[in-house]
């Protein structure tokens, strides 16, 4: 702007000036390190050798960062003061220094000055002068030791042309010579101060903050590859764990399915447990494991069960000592191994279509891994035309290389199982690209010796190369982004029934250009097939639950940091798959198509792009396209089976498949019928039960919106108390199960002629099949007796709210993954909160550790800290918020309840006392939860709202599929 002014004074003046939620602060960075003798003080001439900006949410954390960037470090226990006229200024820092419990130090006057106003710093005596050494205990002599950690020295008076051995200068010029970090700057003394109080420590990278880029980036959710070969146990010198984890991060994918050919193999729980141990301190990505089916264990796999992500099964030759040949013994794996689980096979030719027809007569899905040839794909898609539960993956190697590539890469090196096909089979696949469910690497590393053997050992690796090759057909127009998330993410994830990654994805590079490697970087594989190849696009950027776990070819996160898929903490409900096919369909019209949030690189064609996009660009922020994981839509495939020598016709049913036994819904949870009255009518087997069937529920509504599990069901609500959020989700819940609903207003009822609580519940049951109550007085469902309808209690006045709690401990699973090992923090009216007194009594059942703020009138009563002791929880009570935050997991705010008050001045005591502002929560953890049942009044800033830690309306969100469980468990339909 100013050089434009001086040009020409016509400029275009930004009317938008209120940024966009990032501050910039940048410092200065000095070398008085070589410049011997200098004093290291400034004026207002710049005197830099260089400057660092630096971002954050706010001035102090951004200081903060630019600080440490030049050199800076964070002192750890100790800091000298040496100050002139400036004391009474720095009073104020230097009583949060020790606050903050720094042992501070302090030249004769400026230590006497603070010990005169009740600040404990000790005085550091002598400066010798001349030749002698430096007397023990002095400045000089803790100096040249490093006894200090950060020197403020804040010189007086003016500035002169030279150096000048005054004690100020030496203490200044010893500090520069002894590397201990210094400020000579009254206001820079004080932000840092302040900085150090509200950041509390290093301040952590924020992927919203931290992270931007020159390039344009298309966003999609983080990748899943159902077939992986980790090596681990036995194969540490091929891959490992951690190896394998780190090359799939790099390429774009944050969750891996690992094979169980390793050696130990996974056949028994002793083998699965010890791979278990592995990956659980090694991987750096999310992953699953696989049982192997061998010759004789196809009766004791049950012990491994729902914790494999699927029982692989080997029909052909490849690297494994699992080959099963009798297809008697493959009978017995499609009927012992659970039906809701699923099953992989490799299997090809005619074993394929061999255990398709197998897997029928077992009445079981079955998944088919990388399928390479015409017949093959052929097999499957008229499979899938009449009926069969099959699913299928072809990995990148069989798309984009042939049997010509095996002759130009050499014996050994070319070699893989499945082979590498002609181009005739090749272009089935690309024709075929609708009947294809998933893409999987089939990453199988080997060593460079092993490959030039007399006999060497089959496979490619692949986790690095596979999403560049596809985002190379994405510029080419062979492929959508659509087609991309499909195949590993929306479908993978539906097939193997895998949890969700809360806040996780990746951003591409669609102009990046590059040439593959010799090897690539992560494996330990140093080779790659692709070698040589030019290559479009490639991973920026990978965050993993809102933590960035991959950037420009450096891998952030740490070793351990990946979560087991089956684990308790993961597992939700393992769901079986129906029997319908599931392919990939047509794309959706673009009125249908995924949100795009600005717009992608003008250079893609546009091919690539099929729906208009609208730019929708903020100040600050480069072009991102963000492309939601979608449900596709299936479509019935038309051709026959052919060409394997047999027909599937004879023996078939003409019709799909019903639920093999076990399949109907469970109603063993002993809910159905029963009143849901208070949290402590739970057992932690129905509390999982109740979360596994609301994650169903959610699933249900992303996918089609709701079922008829409750057509012909009638719910009345009956509530004596107003309502927004418990009364509309339960209203939503019953009409998204098909259900429908009835309102009982009890100032438009015969509550107002002195109809009694017990007669209208009665009177409303009898119209209905379930009973939703809501009541200002504690307990008041106890008056309901000798019903013939199960009641659900909506909240009884500062009682409880059961399914209030339900709600939350399901959200912090949704938002975390886990429960356990968690510090949770509930603040606000805790003596009038019902959902406070059920959450805190339902989380019992986990290891937790429950942290209460609240005004002394409004603590948390008794008889909820009572039972909470009872159980072995721990407990503390903070009177400040701050003191709570900073060891929090879930911070769960409430509003101080005005209707609960005698009187408005006894409601304004206590009004407004814990207020959370998005300066509050740069004190907080970068993955915490922050819940509130809502409605809020001004307890929450609505400006924490776009923070990605509030969960609140969400959880709102989550109520509704939680209350859709209960309906249908309550029913007896799940």
């Known amino acids: 702007l100013a050089t434009g002014v001086i040009v020409n004074g016509n400029v275009d003046v930004p009317t938008n000036l209120s940024g966009d939620g990032r501050v910039g602060v940048k410092v200065p960075q000095f070398s008085f390190s070589r410049l011997a003798g200098a004093d290291v003080t400034l004026g207002v001439e710049m005197s830099s050798t260089g400057e660092v900006a630096c971002f954050g949410e706010n001035v ?4 903060l960062k630019a600080m440490l960037s030049t050199g800076f470090k964070i002192p750890k226990k100790s800091i000298l003061l040496s100050f002139g006229k400036c004391r009474e200024e720095m009073l104020e820092s230097v009583r949060i220094l020790h606050a903050l419990k720094y042992e501070l130090y302090g030249s004769p006057g400026t230590a006497q000055f603070y010990e005169s106003r009740n600040l404990p710093v000790k005085t550091v005596e002598g400066w010798p002068f001349g030749e002698g050494t430096p007397a023990p205990g002095s400045i000089a002599d803790y100096l040249s030791q490093n006894k200090f950690d950060l020197v403020i020295n804040l010189p007086t008076g003016v500035r002169k042309p030279f150096p000048v051995a005054t004690k100020g200068y030496m203490t200044r010029r010893m500090a520069v010579d002894y590397d201990v970090p210094l400020i000579t700057d009254v206001k820079a003394a004080r932000l840092f101060i302040e900085a150090l109080k509200r950041v509390s420590g290093m301040p952590l990278m924020k992927p919203h903050v931290d992270c931007i880029t020159t390039h344009h980036t298309v966003r999609l959710p983080g990748l899943i590859d159902v077939h992986v070969h980790a090596r681990e146990p036995g194969g540490e010198h091929k891959e490992t764990f951690a190896t394998c984890s780190r090359a799939a991060l790099a390429g774009g994918v944050t969750t891996i399915l690992c094979m169980p050919n390793t050696d130990p193999p996974l056949t028994n729980l002793t083998n699965f447990k010890l791979a278990q141990k592995l990956a659980h301190d090694s991987c750096y990505c999310d992953y699953g494991l696989y049982a192997g089916a061998g010759p004789d264990n196809f009766s004791e796999l049950h012990r491994i069960g729902a914790a494999a992500c699927g029982l692989k099964m080997y029909l052909n030759k490849t690297f494994t000592s699992l080959r099963l040949d009798n297809m008697s013994i493959w009978l017995k794996h499609l009927k012992n191994w659970p039906a809701h689980l699923p099953l992989v096979v490799h299997a090809e030719g005619q074993s394929m279509g061999a255990v398709v027809l197998l897997a029928a007569l077992a009445n079981r899905p079955i998944h088919i891994a990388h399928v390479a040839r015409r017949e093959e794909i052929e097999v499957i898609k008229a499979a899938k035309e009449r009926g069969l539960a099959v699913t299928c993956e072809v990995c990148p190697h069989h798309l984009f290389l042939t049997m010509d590539d095996a002759e130009r890469l050499g014996r050994g090196w070319g070699d893989v199982r499945p082979c590498l096909v002609s181009q005739d089979d090749q272009d089935a696949l690309w024709d075929n690209l609708d009947v294809i469910d998933c893409f ?13 053997s007399e006999n ?4 490619f690796p692949g986790l690095e190369t596979m999403l560049p090759l596809l985002l190379t057909a994405v510029r080419e127009g062979r492929l959508t982004f659509d087609d991309i998330v499909a195949r590993l993410n929306t479908n993978p994830r539906r097939i193997f029934s895998l949890p969700e990654q809360p806040n996780t994805y990746i951003e591409v590079d669609m102009e990046e250009k590059w040439t593959v490697p010799e090897a690539m970087p992560f494996t330990k594989s140093k080779w790659t097939p692709f070698a040589g190849k030019q290559l479009i696009g490639c991973v920026r950027k990978v965050v993993l639950r809102n933590k960035v776990v991959f950037i420009d070819g450096t ?6 940091s990946g979560r087991d898929v089956r684990s308790l903490e993961n597992l939700h409900l393992i769901t079986p798959l129906t029997a319908a096919p599931i392919t990939v369909g047509p794309l959706a019209p673009s009125t249908a198509r995924p949100t795009v949030q600005a717009t992608i690189p003008p250079s893609l064609t546009p091919a690539i792009v099929a729906s208009p996009i609208k730019p929708q660009i903020q100040a600050g922020i480069l072009p991102v396209r963000h492309i939601e994981a979608k449900p596709v839509r299936t479509r019935v495939l038309s051709e026959s089976f052919d060409g394997l020598g047999f027909s599937l016709d004879e023996g078939l049913p003409e019709r799909p498949f019903s639920p093999p036994p076990g399949r109907e819904p469970v109603k063993a949870h002993g809910i159905a019928g029963q009143n849901i009255t208070t949290v402590s009518q739970f057992s932690r087997e129905q509390l999982h039960h109740i979360f596994n069937v609301s994650h169903q529920m959610r699933k249900l509504v992303t996918r089609g919106g709701g079922s008829d599990l409750l057509k012909g069901r009638i719910m009345a609500n009956v509530f004596y108390e107003v309502s927004t959020r418990t009364q509309l989700s339960f209203s939503s819940a019953m009409k998204r199960l098909g259900g429908e609903v009835i309102e009982m207003y009890p100032e438009k009822s015969s ?3 002195g109809e ?3 007669d209208t519940v009665q009177i409303v049951s009898g ?11 504690p307990a008041a469902w106890k008056k309901c007796n000798n019903l013939t309808r199960p009641l659900i209690n909506a909240g009884d006045g500062c009682g409880e709210h059961p399914t209030q709690a339900l709600l939350d401990v399901f959200t912090i699973r949704e938002e975390i993954g886990t429960v356990n090992g968690l510090t949770i923090t509930m603040v606000g009216d805790l003596k009038h909160g019902r959902t406070v007194h059920s959450l805190a009594k339902l989380l019992t059942f986990y290891r937790i550790n429950l942290r209460y703020v609240s005004p002394p009138s409004l603590r948390m009563p008794s008889e909820v800290t009572e039972f909470v002791q009872k159980a072995g929880i721990p407990q503390e009570e903070f009177a400040s918020l701050d003191a709570a935050l900073q060891d929090t997991d879930v911070l769960y705010m409430t509003r101080i309840q005005r209707e609960r008050f005698a009187s408005r001045e006894e409601y304004e005591k206590v009004s407004g006392c814990f207020v959370l502002t998005p300066e509050v929560l740069t004190r907080a953890k970068e993955k915490m939860v922050v819940m509130h049942p809502l409605p809020r009044v001004d307890e929450i800033r609505p400006a924490i709202d776009s923070d990605p830690r509030a969960a609140y309306f969400r959880q709102a969100e989550y109520g509704m599929y ?8 309550v029913l007896g339909v799940a």
Do not use: F, W
């Open 60 to 63: 102090h954390e951004a200081y």
């Open 440 to 452: 999987a690497t089939d990453h199988a590393p080997h060593t460079l010796s092993e490959k030039q």
């Open 456 to 459: 060497p050992p089959p496979g």
């Open 555 to 560: 891998i952030l996160s740490e070793a351990g």
């Open 751 to 753: 509550v107002q002629k």
């Open 756 to 758: 009694s609580l017990s």
């Open 767 to 777: 119209y209905s099949d379930v009973v939703i109550l809501r009541h200002p007085e």
């Open 962 to 969: 939680v209350r859709m469980a209960l309906l249908a468990m």
